[in-house]
């Protein structure tokens, strides 16, 4: 999962340099669309499941980034090119936010030597990128003696991937035979993606699909899931708080004219983007297996996962054909 985090680094890097993110007033809109779609899922676990499991409210508040635009790009000219720029850019802030989350909320105790190694091994990265060292077999050993430190220390190492993926530097990649349509020239991170994304999307994610999302579907497990309040205060989470929390955020923003909204953007189309966001998938299956110790309760919070990641799916659908007739 560290090459996940890596490759989702990259993205946010790639956006908070030359993308949706590089601007202030570009970003303000997806960020306090973000925040909502965060503060809202946490607070309706936290209102459903609280006596049981407090620990679960980070669960509802990721979105799954691939899935979550995959879906706005298959309705193709319907949905709005804005409504898909920032759908990725809220999705991007999202995932910082699970990532801090993940590293501040579901670690274990800190181990402060390791720690200090790994500091000094983000030291010796910043010192390659200074050097104008191009080498990746050189990279990759400080690469993995970063993971290995934080995995040490007690924060969870996939941080390692995050923190690399922000170090990469968006500058012109000389030696490639990668071509790039837009600009005629592949920046570095470009060229990482490339190389990368492949790996995390065909490799990295369907082993651990198989390895987090193998629950037996049975009518025992379903009938123990809908009498659980943990997977009532996942389900509601991103059905209903990822909407609504993207809704009122934006609306508020725009009130109180710190944001703007683009051409294409309305409260409908804004409530069927933040459905979209509902799907969580990946990083909440990956957050569902960090918050539950217990087996029992983390395949009943992978089943909501994936049940209310199917039902946000199918009503951003409906949402989107429907508003589409008016």
């Known amino acids: 999962m560290s090459i996940f985090f890596f490759v989702v680094g990259l993205e946010i890097k790639r956006e908070l340099t030359s993308g949706h993110l590089a601007s202030m007033k570009k970003a303000m809109l997806p960020f306090v669309a973000a925040l909502g779609g965060m503060l809202f899922p946490a607070l309706i676990y936290l209102a459903i499941a609280v006596s049981v499991a407090p620990a679960g409210w980070g669960v509802p508040v990721a979105t799954d980034i691939a899935l979550a635009v995959g879906l706005l790009t298959m309705l193709g000219p319907s949905v ?30 800190i181990s402060f030597s390791w720690l200090a190694a790994a500091i000094i091994s983000i030291g010796f ?120 929390g993207v809704l009122f955020a934006a609306l508020m923003a725009r009130k109180l004219k710190v944001a703007e909204f683009s051409d294409g953007m309305n409260r409908s189309s804004l409530l069927a983007t933040g459905s979209a966001a509902g799907i969580g998938f990946t990083v909440a299956i990956f957050i569902a297996n960090l918050a539950f110790k217990d087996s ?30 008016k």
């Open 80 to 109: 709005a090119a804005s409504l898909r720029s920032f759908l990725l850019a809220l999705a991007v802030i999202d995932d910082i936010g699970a990532i801090l989350i993940i590293a501040f909320v579901y670690s274990t105790g």
């Open 296 to 325: 029992v309760e983390q395949d009943i919070a992978v089943l909501a996962v994936i049940v209310a990641s199917v039902v946000s799916a199918l009503l951003s659908l409906a949402l989107f054909k429907l508003f589409a007739k």
């Open 125 to 244: 990265v910043a010192l390659l990128k200074k050097t104008r060292v191009t080498s990746l077999a050189v990279y990759s050993l400080f690469a993995f003696t970063l993971w290995f430190s934080l995995y040490k220390t007690g924060v969870h190492p996939t941080l390692a991937g995050v923190i690399l993926g922000l170090m990469t530097p968006n500058i012109v990649h000389e030696r490639t035979k990668i071509e790039d349509s837009d600009d005629g020239s592949v920046s570095v991170i470009e060229w990482l993606e490339h190389k990368f994304h492949p790996l995390s999307t065909f490799f990295v994610v369907p082993i651990f699909a198989f390895a987090n999302t193998g629950v037996a579907i049975t009518s025992d497990s379903i009938k123990g899931a809908s009498q659980s309040l943990i997977a009532w205060g996942i389900f509601f989470g991103l059905v209903i708080g990822k909407p609504l």
